[in-house]
């Protein structure tokens, strides 16, 4: 899974863009209060360690 795909995964579940940082983009989930970092390498694959953990935190 690449980085954008990840991207709408979270908007799916409920995650909207908060700010700009210096190489992430911030999302938060407004009903959970959870905030997450989003690189902007968008084409490029995601961690699989770092997948698992962020797959956990938005919940799919």
């Keep these: 899974m690449n980085w ?10 409920g995650y909207v863009f908060v700010k700009h940082g210096k190489k992430h983009d911030k999302y938060m989930n407004h009903s959970t209060g959870d905030l997450i970092d989003i690189e902007r390498h968008w084409s490029q694959e995601v961690r699989p360690g770092l997948l698992k953990t962020l797959k956990k935190k938005i919940g799919f």
């Design 4 to 13: 954008n795909e990840l991207r709408r995964e979270a908007e799916r579940h």
